[in-house]
C-alpha cells in the first residue's frame, strides 16, 4: 500500500542553521506530494505541494522538490528561524483523495 | 467562506458512551475524510467519503461509523467509546481537479475518553 517515511526528530537547530528533513514516499504511479505544518496547539496548515515530477513547490523559505528517481520530497529552509519551530509532516495523495502521512517530525530552533 | 467546521472542540467521554463528531464544509468539495492524530505516529485515515452517498473504510476504521447523505456534511460516529479513542480528530475536505488536488482541514476535534 501506500507509505511516506520521514526523518524522525526531534531536529533541534540554531537559528539561520540550515534545514532538511528527509520524505520519502512509495510509487505507485505519480501522486501529489504536500508538506505541512503544525503550530503547537493547532491544526494543519498547507507549507507547500508538488504535483509531477521535478515540480518545486515553495513557500515562506521553504522549498521542496519531487525526485521521481529517488521517490523522495525533502524539505529544505536556507535559514530557519525560531518561529519555524513546529512539527511538520509529508504526505502523499492517493486513490478517492486519501492522504497517506509520514509520522511527522519535530522541528525546534533556539535563538 | 468558513471552509471546514467541526463541532465540538473538545469533548470528554466515558467508556461505553456513543458520540457524533461533526463536520461541514460549504466548498462544494466531492471528497471528505477523517484522520486521528496520536503522539508520535502522525495522522492516520479513518474513513473517507467520495462524494454523497459514498464511503469506504480507511486505515483504522473499527470502533467508527460514517455517513455522506449531503455533499456538505460528514459526520463520524463513536459507538461505543475506548480510552484507545483518546485522539485529535481532524475532517478534511478535497478536490481534484485536471490542474491538481487541494486540502482543507478543519481545526480538529479533542477527544479525552476516561
Known sequence: GNSVTQMEGPVTLSEEAFLTINCTYTATGYPSLFWYVQYPGEGLQLLLKATKADDKGSNKGFEATYRKETTSFHLEKGSVQVSDSAVYFCARAGAGNMLTFGGGTRLMVKP | ?114
Not at chain 2, 502522525?42 to 454523497?52: F, Q, T
Request: aromatic share 10%.
Open chain 2, 1 to 114: 467562506n468558513a471552509g471546514v467546521t467541526q463541532t465540538p472542540k473538545f469533548q470528554v467521554l466515558k467508556t461505553g458512551q456513543s458520540m457524533t463528531l461533526q463536520c461541514a464544509q460549504d466548498m462544494n468539495h466531492e471528497y471528505m475524510s477523517w484522520y486521528r492524530q496520536d503522539p508520535g505516529m502522525g495522522l492516520r485515515l479513518i474513513h473517507y467519503s467520495v462524494g454523497a452517498g459514498i464511503t469506504d473504510q480507511g486505515e483504522v476504521p473499527n470502533g467508527y461509523n460514517v455517513s455522506r447523505s449531503t455533499t456538505e456534511d460528514f459526520p463520524l460516529r463513536l459507538l461505543s467509546a475506548a480510552p484507545s479513542q483518546t485522539s485529535v480528530y481532524f475532517c478534511a475536505s478535497s478536490y481534484s481537479t485536471d490542474r491538481g488536488i487541494g486540502y482543507t482541514f478543519g481545526s480538529g476535534t479533542r477527544l479525552t475518553v476516561v
